[in-house]
DNA sequence: ACAAAAGTGTTCAGTGTACACCCATGC
DNA sequence: GCATGGGTGTACACTGAACACTTTTGT
């Protein structure tokens, strides 16, 4: 049985190749309060770590790149389809899990909110706010810490924002999301500037009816979605 | 045998799990010129891409960590010790090589000039410019670029240029290393005032002795070497 | 009319860049 | 003395932050 192997055992079988996804997704969670980052997590049914949560994830198929399976993966066990996705990092400590020796590639993504909204939850499956996901199993608090450096950076510089929004937006909401993501508020006089001269933020001649004051314009995001990681696809 | 092996065949055997690293070196390449980007390649003895150039690398042993891995590696295959060493990417596109599947994490590495001067320079390991390593085996070249990209994003926004340079250096020499990396001059008055607004750059009371003109001040960097990756090591 | 968000204008400090200039050394 | 790189001073354009102000809607 591979979970009581004994040290000398374990040295000497290959490590489990795996993969694993960390998912954001921006929701309103209360009704007047501003979105805030959520990710889904499943709920380990086997040892090692039963019962504690974990980031969604698996073996290797050998079939398929390492980008389709992540996403294959999120599909199975959570329904849902990735707007963005991106390698992570890869972790390969020697006792991440006590049994076999495990290294795990992992990818992050974000999706829209229509998207998240289909998201199917199970007992086995549920959403949690990103800052305060308990503890979970194996290093994945560690990952999970990382995927939210990652995000944070990378939204700072890079127009990863619109992978959490639907086509059309007001330009309040891409705040939001920069806000949220963040942790700050931003002067949405300055900010409305700044996207204002980025060139891939077309106006549409439409407004968002049914707020309670002055309608905003539209905008759509015409640049591409993926990552852009240099020389990489 | 591996190498035989049909498409179906492979398919069912797991992923072979290796580890390369992508090694940099600043080397005055004439005698006047400035100094350019180097690296060291090894030959392939054998079957896939027999005597082409490739990046050292190799199994993942299973007793140790990812970076020691690519430590130990590096130090077997050049003899070098790197300065600085993080990973790169994990590359598993499932045609990376001809028989059996393999999934590389990469690593990439900066080595200072005295231990560069120390590198073993054999039939099989051979040192090259960065933008002039000819075809090499595998999907090598990509992960060569893309290293490339790495390092000169990352040279703009930390601290890893004095991974390049010895104990002590004039800001002339800190110069030549982002001109190397960067491919472009810069106006050594304003860099010269930007490293000295910079907290862990120290002056020391030693000038550079020997040169044609003015003696320049000697400096220290008081920083930490390794790459700092937010909540990761 | 009033409140509140949408959207515009203006000021100000900090920063990167270009470039003129002085300093110290070898030849 | 002269050439050359070391090192300092300074002006200017650009940018981000702060904030006053006008516009447009719902109530």
């Known amino acids: 049985m591979v979970y009581a192997a004994n040290v000398s055992e374990r040295r ?3 490590p489990e190749l795996a993969i694993s996804t960390v998912i954001f997704a921006l929701r309103g969670d209360g009704e007047e309060s501003r979105p805030t980052l959520w990710m889904p997590l499943v709920r380990r049914t086997r ?4 019962d504690l949560w974990a980031l969604p994830g698996g073996p290797l198929s050998a079939a398929e790149s390492l980008q389709d399976a992540a996403a294959r993966n999120l599909q199975e066990t959570t329904g849902l389809q990735p707007d963005y996705l991106e390698q992570l990092y890869a972790f390969g400590g020697l006792d991440r ?3 076999q020796r495990v290294v795990s590639i992992v990818y992050w993504a974000l999706v829209k909110p229509d998207e998240a909204a289909l998201a199917r939850e199970t007992d086995n499956v549920r959403w949690f706010r990103a800052d305060g996901v308990g503890q979970l199993a194996f290093d994945h608090n560690q990952i999970v810490d ?6 944070r950076n990378k939204v700072a510089y890079s127009s990863i924002a619109y992978a959490f929004l639907g086509e059309k937006f007001t330009l309040a909401q891409v705040r939001e999301v920069y806000e949220a993501v963040l942790g700050k508020t931003l002067d949405p006089a300055n900010f409305r500037r700044q996207l204002r001269a980025a060139p891939d933020i077309q106006a549409t001649d439409e407004y968002l009816q049914g707020g309670r004051h002055r309608p905003p314009r539209l905008f759509r ?3 591409s979605a993926g990552p ?3 020389p990489l696809a």
């Open 47 to 50: 040892q090692p770590y039963q």
């Open 12 to 14: 000497r079988q290959p």
């Open 146 to 151: 990382y995927a939210l450096w990652r995000l």
């Open 221 to 223: 995001y015409t640049g």
């Open 97 to 99: 899990s006590p049994a």
């Open 228 to 230: 852009k990681n240099g």
